[in-house]
């Protein structure tokens, strides 16, 4: 990387980055402003927070009796209650807020520094989810239930999440600050998955966990989980100052960073163990806490410019000012209870994550999106294509495609296999003679029973949601002109989700059918407005798209939170994507849904391929491109939000059937049909998967599509053929 190339001039090399050159005034980069007048009032709101923090409680302990008891005024620290409550519950909680929110503000500057990225946090790349699943995993294999066994865990999760982050960062194309973010959703998403897998079908496991990943400082009471990981903290913190002075060579570039004497393998090294111990330390103390790093590290760059060490400084002030307040915040917004603080700072964080993204800062900031690539040149002639078959009527007549009416014709064979398999399949031993004749009601009654009854509408409630899933997941794409604009991606599934909860209060256990269409529209609008566009911005709509999803998960969680275990039980599985008690009754809405929107797929499908061509195009073909997105928009989120009231939200079904579609019709079609196809068969297989991979346990069908798509997005994000555009 050349000097221009990564956006800093480098001073003599006798100069230390942040020193003033010998004999001479200092003189002030250029784009960076004087960050000590920043870093005391930093400082003062620092301190102001947590005397706020020591003065709000659910206990009648005012300011004044705080500080009689922090200056022993009048034998106040005699009075067991007085020290109950300040000693032994606020002091304890405020100095941990102070030193998590510090924490997550440092490993974010630290990620944003050597990645250059400034989109990269913990909780945006995956670190948060690595720990999480080493938390989990300790939990629910080995029942830990001490501090330090959760950071032994965390730790080592959140080593395995910074060890592919970084391999993410330095692969090519990888490098991106958008596609860095979206390969950090993947690796978070196959964490959350192998999670789910853990709890999925432990009750006891899920109790603690439930709770936990709210993210919350109610639980530390006393100062012995503090003392055991305050070293590690401490570890923490002095390797990220240590880093400082490395991490600015390194801006210059991996070749004048040798010639400076340092080495960028070592640095990189150091600074993944930096993050690892503070994130690990932070989830063990408080959970997982997204976006403080991201909201922090911005903040902190906005006044210090790219000078690493005055970044780390003011990054570790606002992460600790952050969090401090947000818990305060926690304690008063939903009194007698006490509202997750995680939720507080994701409500603050995902609008900061928007307006990064929509900022005019975001071009100097390398987050624009990359120009249209040319397609790659093709090696020889090409081979003839066979002519199509064109069936004629009369004055009717209808083109179909050789290529796209095999591939259909194979889809469709597979899909019948799948079902055969399904319907065969399960703990119990039914041999395919048996299974063919309960499918028609002949043979033994327990069959017919759990072949029809059980099996038979499992799979149609399959086959309806995959199919809806995979023709929402092929009109998203092909309007954004992205690949990776899926509902998922989009916020869409998260909002469906959220809004089939929120109903279920008053519409019965999994709340009403049109929930989940109206909580997509709601969605999708948000993010289409706040991005500016579904098809001017690809990357900006995919980060607002993980905004929204981060939103509505926050509401998610906190939904489930207040529910009791039974049913909280329940729905968490629904959550995750679920088959299980779902029969052609609950499908439906969705097979009604396909037989209206299928044949409106089918014809604006054509207007819909001029749309990966540039507008001026479109409209020179005579084709409104403002009514054919909002049409195809409108479509998809009426499939989407359907499908997750069949199944919950299955994730990557919506992104991998149009790839595997597209693949096999050619290049030349919208896949709409063999979408829908595509993910019919997906999720019938994935749900077979997930009742017999375990005897005697069933995982999810979405926990094992997350499982299986989380590496399918990132072969997409960083294979040769992987661009999003």
Same mark, same amino acid.
């Given at each position: ?247 600015? %060579?390194?801006?210059? $570039? ?10 960028? $393998? ?14 690990? *330390? ?22 210090? $410019? ?10 570790? @002030? ?6 401090? &307040? ?26 900061? =994550? ?30 003839? *294509? ?10 009717? *007549? ?16 597979? @899909? =019948? ?77 998260? $909002? ?23 909580? %997509? ?8 407005? %706040? ?62 849904? =396909? ?20 507008? *001026? ?48 019709? &050619? ?6 049909? &063999? ?51």
């Amino acid at each position: 990387m050349t000097l221009s190339q990564a956006g800093v001039h480098p001073a003599p090399p006798a100069t230390a980055p942040d020193s003033p050159p010998p004999g001479g005034r200092s003189r002030r980069p250029e784009g960076t402003r004087p960050t000590w007048p920043a870093v005391t009032a930093a400082v003062v709101l620092l301190f102001a927070l947590a005397a706020l923090s020591l003065s709000v409680g659910a206990g009648e302990v005012g300011p004044g009796r705080v500080l009689d008891y922090l200056l022993n005024r009048d034998g106040a620290r005699a009075d067991g209650r007085l020290a109950l409550v300040v000693g032994d519950l606020r002091l304890p909680r405020t100095l941990t807020a102070l030193l998590v929110g510090a924490a997550l503000g440092v490993a974010g500057a630290q990620l944003q520094s050597v990645t250059r990225n400034p989109l990269a946090e913990t909780g945006l790349l995956g670190v948060n989810a690595g720990a999480s699943l080493g938390v989990v995993l300790g939990i629910a294999v080995l029942g830990v239930q001490t501090s330090f066994g959760y950071l032994a865990f965390a730790f080592g999760g959140a080593v395995l999440a910074s060890t592919v982050v970084l391999l993410v960062a330095s692969t090519r194309g990888g490098g991106s600050p958008m596609r860095l973010v979206l390969a950090g959703s993947a690796v978070a998403a196959i964490f959350r998955g192998l999670t789910d897998v853990l709890i999925v079908n432990s009750p006891e496991a899920y109790e603690r966990y439930r709770v936990w990943v709210l993210g919350s400082l109610a639980g530390v009471e006393g100062w012995t989980t503090l003392r055991q990981l305050a070293p590690v903290l401490g570890a923490g913190f002095l390797l990220a100052a240590l880093t400082t002075r490395p991490l600015t %060579a390194l801006a210059l $570039g991996d070749d004048l960073a040798r010639g400076l004497g340092h080495r960028p $393998g070592a640095t990189r090294a150091a600074v993944a163990v930096a993050v690892t111990l503070l994130t690990a *330390s932070a989830v063990a103390l408080a959970g997982p806490v997204a976006f403080l790093g991201l909201l922090s590290g911005f903040l902190a760059r906005t006044l210090a $410019g790219p000078r690493v060490g005055r970044l780390t400084l003011l990054a570790a @002030l606002f992460g600790a000012a952050v969090l401090t &307040g947000s818990d305060v915040l926690a304690r008063v917004v939903a009194r007698p209870f006490e509202a997750p603080v995680s939720v507080i700072v994701a409500l603050i964080g995902a609008p900061a =994550l928007i307006a990064i993204v929509r900022s005019r800062r975001s071009a100097a900031l390398a987050m624009a999106d990359p120009p249209a690539s040319a397609p790659p040149p093709r090696r020889g002639e090409p081979a003839p *294509s066979k002519p199509d078959l064109t069936l004629r009527y009369g004055a009717w *007549s209808l083109l179909l495609p050789h290529r796209a009416l095999l591939a259909s014709l194979g889809l469709a064979a597979a @899909l =019948l296999a799948a079902v055969v398999v399904s319907a065969h399949a399960g703990q119990s031993e039914l041999g395919l003679a048996r299974t063919f004749q309960a499918v028609f009601g002949y043979g033994d009654r327990l069959d017919v029973l759990l072949v029809q009854k059980f099996r038979l509408g499992r799979i149609v409630a399959g086959l309806a949601a995959g199919a809806a899933l995979g023709l929402a997941g092929c009109l998203t794409q092909t309007l954004a002109r992205n690949r990776l604009a899926t509902p998922e991606l989009l916020g869409v599934n998260d $909002g469906a989700t959220a809004a089939v909860l929120i109903s279920a209060s008053t519409a019965g256990t999994f709340g009403a059918w049109w929930a989940g269409p109206l909580g %997509a529209l709601v969605a999708v609008l948000v993010v289409t407005l %706040a991005s500016g566009g579904l098809g001017a911005r690809g990357y900006r709509v995919l980060v607002v798209g993980l905004a929204m999803s981060a939103l509505a998960s926050a509401v998610i969680q906190v939904a489930m939170a207040r529910r009791s275990l039974n049913s909280a039980s329940s729905l968490y599985i629904w959550t995750n994507g679920s088959l299980n008690g779902r029969d052609l009754a609950v499908a439906t809405p969705v097979l009604i849904g =396909l037989a209206v929107l299928v044949p409106l797929a089918l014809v604006v499908a054509r207007r819909l391929a001029v749309l990966r061509f540039d507008d *001026s195009v479109a409209s020179a073909l005579g084709v409104d491109p403002g009514r054919v997105r909002l049409a195809c928009l409108l479509l998809a989120v009426a499939l989407a939000g359907l499908a997750v009231g069949v199944c919950g939200p299955v994730g990557f079904v919506a992104l991998a059937a149009p790839v595997i579609a597209g693949r096999l019709a &050619g290049p030349a079609r919208v896949p709409v049909l &063999g979408s829908a196809l595509t993910g019919a068969l997906l999720v019938v297989l994935a749900d077979t998967l997930g009742r017999v991979l375990f005897a005697g346990v069933e995982i999810p069908v979405g926990i094992v599509t997350t499982v299986l798509g989380g590496p399918f997005l990132l072969w997409v994000l960083l294979g040769r053929k992987g661009s999003p555009a």
